[in-house]
């Protein structure tokens, strides 16, 4: 993790092979820095990040936005933080940052997923929390051309997840948002903890197309977390009544 040696952070990854006790099949790719490029084929790992910073920190000279693992950021001198995960790729994995441990408002409220390093992607930042307001529910679509990572998105879906529950608060009519102070590292009983959603989409280095998009569109309906059995307790309580 050369440029970007920020703090690692206490990092749960649950996978639904791991949870179904399936052995997967072997994990060829050798690159496990999100700085470096690579192309994968299905059940193969992939590592990239997510960096954690104020809105400016991830904008270059005014108007440039470049990778946190571009040095011209500087990130590891802000106040920044940097999460690295290594789904397997093509499943659908929900990734979670316990927020006993960690605060996105204290550091920055944004966040910005990455990988790669001359094929560079990264997503669009997203408001995480600021003092008011905390989001703790993501989906992040990973899109491979040949097994290339190309692009990076926040799925959205409105907030058809949160409406009539007034616990919440729909933001910029796309995030379901809870109030910061109701956040238990805020004097409040909500466990926020961070869940990403992760979804693959276009073609892997064979030109099998990745698929788990689809799935997490199906699955929408029925309760995902409701998969993460070990997640239920701690995470999921609060998300009963929507999922
Ligand atoms: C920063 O942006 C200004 C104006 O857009 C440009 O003239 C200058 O060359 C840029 N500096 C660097 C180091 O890229
Ligand atoms: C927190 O973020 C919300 C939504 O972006 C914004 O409306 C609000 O003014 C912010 N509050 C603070 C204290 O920055
Ligand atoms: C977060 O960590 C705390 C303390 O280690 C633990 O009690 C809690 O169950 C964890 N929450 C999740 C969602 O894993
Ligand atoms: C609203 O969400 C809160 C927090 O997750 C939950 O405890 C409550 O039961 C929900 N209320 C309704 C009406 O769904």
Redesign the pocket.
């Known amino acids: 993790m050369a440029t970007t040696a920020v703090t690692l952070l206490q990092i749960l990854m649950l996978t639904t092979s791991l949870l179904a006790g399936v052995s997967s099949a072997g994990d060829h790719n050798p690159v496990y820095s999100p700085c470096s490029d690579t192309t994968v084929q299905v059940s193969d790992g992939f590592t990239f990040g997510v960096a954690f910073a104020s809105r400016d920190n991830f904008v270059y000279n005014g108007s440039l936005q470049l990778s946190p693992c571009d040095s011209r950021l500087s990130l590891s001198s802000q106040n920044a933080q940097i999460a690295v995960f290594r789904p397997k790729v093509d499943e659908i994995s929900l990734l979670t940052i316990n927020s006993s441990s960690f605060s996105p408002d204290n550091y920055g409220g944004y966040m910005v997923a990455f990988a790669g390093r001359k094929y560079a992607a990264r997503s669009p930042n997203a408001f995480v929390a600021n003092s008011t307001y905390t989001i703790t529910s993501f989906t992040l679509v990973l899109d491979f051309e040949k097994g290339r990572l190309q692009n990076l998105y926040w799925k959205r879906d409105g907030c058809t997840q949160?409406s009539?529950?007034?616990?919440?608060v729909c933001l910029n009519e796309q995030d379901c948002a809870?109030r910061t102070n109701?956040c238990k590292n805020h004097g409040g009983n909500?466990d926020c903890s961070l869940g990403i959603q992760l979804a693959f989409s276009g073609t892997d280095k064979h030109f099998s197309a990745l698929n788990s998009w689809y799935e997490v569109e199906n699955l929408r309906q029925y309760s995902l977390y409701s998969l993460y059995s070990n997640l239920k307790d701690s995470l999921t309580?609060?998300?009963?009544?929507?999922f």
């Open positions: 949160c009539g529950n007034s616990s919440f809870i109701s909500v309580s609060q998300y009963n009544s929507f």
